[in-house]
């Protein structure tokens, strides 16, 4: 079974949680049988093909990215009819609009899926224009996969424009990697640059420092917390997040920076628990907290009709409040400060949760069966 996954960008361009959702599928699917290749764009594509474990990377020029929409030439077109036609199955992963065109003018023949990641948020204007040819690319797909039981409800692009039958559940996922070997300073030496007294508890928030993070609550939030808030990661909201808890006095607020993968294993290990205070739907699953969950870590999240809620269950794994509200952050982080045995309860759930339903073994069955299903 060979299978292309088409997106706008990909490693070993700057990473981001969907890039990373590409690969564990592409890994976990591998482990079942299945041939993965990713198409995408790139805006220095040299070469054009990289190799990794998850499968060969192939690159077209990007040449803008007008709200974050690469757009490729006639080159693109091309190398995109070429993996359809060596594919399977062409697996789409939205929201790309430039990946609609090279679908239409490519006039791909091969069973399609998408997984839908995530509803248009902030492009209002953009997903007006683009709403048309949105709806005739998801009416096209063989089967449109949600990546949690809350986002297939909760979605209106889904509900109305793709049939009950078209539509199926798979969430994301990731193979476990804590027993992977690591070097046996890097805890000792990322605790020490970021002041954190061996033993102290300290909560964590990892990844792109964007707009719809709500990590504006979070520095609010940890003036009321007696514990280090670590955040974790490299982004366009850095600089603002950094003068506010300057000018809030919160103190307690560390900026790790971009952190390698290594220091992000021994935060993961060290932390207490993980906060994504995420505020919008564009936050559609929230991948740091599958692996808050494979290092078996409480998760605090926010109620926002994502899959976070799903991943993070409520009073079991860890806490879900309200968005934009600091003093109910607060509330629950000073609760597992307060409580070790409410804290190791939810530890061991939050693991048995990744285990049952976000370990890489369940994603690679899901979506090789998937696979199989739309080719037959």
């Known amino acids: 079974m060979r299978v292309v996954h088409v997106y706008r960008t990909y490693f070993p361009d700057p990473p981001g949680g969907l890039q990373e959702a590409i690969r564990q599928i592409a890994l976990s699917t591998r482990a079942c049988g299945v041939e993965p290749r990713i198409l995408t764009l790139s805006p220095t594509p040299e070469p054009v093909v990289v190799s990794f474990p998850e499968g060969d990377v192939i690159r077209s020029k990007s040449w803008a990215a007008p709200a974050s929409c690469d757009l490729g030439g006639p080159a693109s077109l091309l190398k995109y ?11 789409f992963h939205f929201p790309w609009p430039f990946a609609d065109v090279l679908h239409l003018l490519g006039r791909t023949k091969k069973p399609t899926v998408m997984t839908y990641h995530s509803d248009i948020v902030r492009q209002k204007a953009l997903g007006a224009v683009y709403g048309p040819l949105m ?6 797909m063989s089967v449109v996969v949600a990546t949690s039981p809350a986002y297939a409800q909760t979605s209106e692009t889904l509900r109305g424009s793709v049939t009950k039958e078209r539509l199926k559940t798979i969430p994301l996922g990731i193979i476990d990697y804590r027993d992977a070997p690591h070097p046996a300073n890097v805890q000792r030496d990322i605790e020490q640059r970021l002041g954190i007294a061996p033993g102290k508890p300290y909560f964590l928030a990892l990844g792109v420092l964007r707009y719809y993070k709500g990590l504006h609550t979070l520095v609010e939030a940890a003036r009321q917390v007696n514990a280090k808030v670590v955040i974790a990661g490299s982004g366009p909201e ?13 103190t307690n607020v560390v900026f790790a920076g971009q952190v390698t993968h290594e220091e992000k294993v021994a935060l993961l290990k060290g932390c207490c628990a993980m906060v994504l205070p995420s505020h919008l739907r564009s ?64 530890s061991e759930a939050a ?13 690679g069955r899901a979506y090789s069966a998937l696979y199989s299903e739309v080719a037959r």
């Open 81 to 91: 009819r070429e993996m359809a036609a060596w594919a399977d199955v062409v697996h």
């Open 135 to 140: 709806r005739r690319m998801l009416r096209s």
């Open 238 to 250: 850095r600089e603002r997040l950094a003068e506010q808890a300057k000018e809030a006095g919160a």
């Open 283 to 346: 936050e559609a699953f929230g991948m740091v907290l599958v692996e808050a969950e494979m290092f078996g870590k409480p998760m605090i999240c926010c109620e926002v009709g994502s899959g976070t809620s799903y991943m993070n269950e409520d009073g079991v794994t860890g806490f879900v409040v309200k968005p934009e509200a600091p003093h109910e952050l607060a509330r629950a982080m000073n609760a597992l400060l307060a409580d070790d045995e409410l804290a190791a309860r939810m």
């Open 351 to 363: 693991r048995a949760r990744y285990e049952t339903h976000f370990s890489g073994e369940v994603l």
